[in-house]
């Protein structure tokens, strides 16, 4: 291919200075173009590696991907997916897209439990019991807090469980935990769950208006 555009070049272009310094101009233009969005990602790879926005063991959000940071290149960042998929997502998604980093390097890694319940119950009663779900977990890392959180909706009541497992890998089965045990604390209390899903009272907010 080298020899053939040796010999087609000359034929095509008169080999002047000007006209080899345009082509080449025109070729180096070509290959910057073909090769910037590889550059960036090494620059943004430099970056990472001062800034730290994700490193192994943590877990990260990057647009639609989350999982486990398992290995950063020079170019990409490798993160495994609660189904196993091992994704590679290059480092030039620093420079536009928010950066979510769950535990930041430590153990401490904050799940969510959430709860849809008929308004018309004792509140207080349903934040101590979801609260004595959370203590009675063996996946509950104690020294990390334990919060109930209440939120009022047209549908009903919005209750969610913040807390910590022990260990980050141990975040789904810890959400389960507290989702199943919970629903079986508040059905055998005989609380009702909330009139309508969610996404429906939405839907059916939107319809109205």
């Known amino acids: 291919m080298i020899a053939a555009l040796a010999i087609a070049v000359p034929i095509i272009i008169e080999p002047s200075l000007r006209n080899m310094v345009t082509l080449l101009g025109a070729i180096g233009l070509a290959i910057g173009f073909a090769l910037k969005d590889y550059v960036s990602s090494l620059i943004a790879g430099v970056v990472s590696a001062v800034e730290l926005p994700y490193r192994p063991g943590d877990w990260v959000k990057i647009e639609g991907t989350y999982g486990e940071v398992k290995h950063v290149g020079m170019r990409t960042v ?38 849809y319940l008929h308004p018309e119950h004792e509140a207080g009663w349903v934040r101590k019991a979801l ?75 939107g319809a109205a208006s």
């Open 78 to 115: 490798k993160v495994q997916t609660p189904d196993d998929d091992l994704v590679a997502v290059p480092h030039l998604k620093l420079w536009d897209t928010a950066i979510y980093n769950a535990n930041n390097g430590g153990t401490s890694l904050q799940c969510v439990a959430s709860f």
């Open 131 to 205: 609260r004595d779900v959370a203590l009675t977990s063996a996946y509950l890392k104690f020294d990390e807090p334990i919060i109930v959180v209440a939120e009022e909706k047209p549908w009903g009541t919005h209750y969610r469980i913040r807390a910590y497992p022990v260990d980050p890998r141990q975040q789904f089965l810890f959400i389960t935990d507290l989702t199943v045990r919970g629903k079986a604390v508040l059905s055998t209390a005989g609380i009702q769950p909330a009139l309508l899903p969610p996404d429906a009272a939405l839907d059916a907010r």
